[in-house]
């Protein structure tokens, strides 16, 4: 059973606009969430997160919300380069290890 | 520290016999994770220690595989008669208390 899903494999984006990277979770006992960026033949890399006592948090040109009532967060990359081209991990855990992934959804920036 | 390090970062080997991987945490890190990537997949949780002591163990890591962290430092991920569903990136972590986890640059295990 995926209890998080990411339901969007691919997505492209101009460069400049702004890229919506979605993930929904099954598991209410989720407290923590995170985004990571992976590149080819490299480990993820992390990127955001968020408690769950926030809906919000910004870092840059990337912002996570979190809905816990419909157990969905986005990353809002804005504005998109070519250079964030690569495949989005969300991730989820109760307290701080053990993170259970997404399937990921590759974003391709158009120049 | 460059961050968390894997070796090696490929291996091929035939079917039913043994590999170890090495994992280099961070080193102020005492957190360390081994995770597993198939495609089209993400990763997935396999085994968490917290200094030498292995906490948690998924039902994934089949009698087969063992890991250790004897000192609390680096860790080795072994596979016993390897089968060609074990071909796979084996990613390691590490993290302490109040980071998340980074993540190294993974072996490429393939079962030929």
Known sequence: DQQVKQNSPSLSVQEGRISILNCDYTNSMFDYFLWYKKYPAEGPTFLISISSIKDKNEDGRFTVFLNKSAKHLSLHIVPSQPGDSAVYFCAASEGTYKYIFGTGTRLKVLA | ?112
Request: with cysteine; proline share 4%.
């Open chain 2, 1 to 112: 520290d460059t961050g968390v390090s894997q070796d090696p970062r490929h291996k091929i080997t035939k079917r039913g016999q043994n590999v170890t991987f090495r994992c280099d945490p961070i080193s102020e890190h005492n957190r360390l994770y081994w995770y597993r990537q198939t495609l089209g997949q993400g990763p997935e949780f396999l085994t968490y220690f917290q200094n030498e002591a292995q906490l948690e163990k998924s039902r994934l890591l089949s009698d087969r595989f063992s890991a250790e962290r004897p000192k609390g430092s680096f860790s080795t991920l072994e596979i016993q008669r390897t089968e060609q569903g074990d071909s796979a990136m084996y990613l390691c972590a590490s993290s302490s208390r109040d980071t998340e986890a980074f993540f190294g640059q993974g072996t490429r295990l393939t079962v030929v």
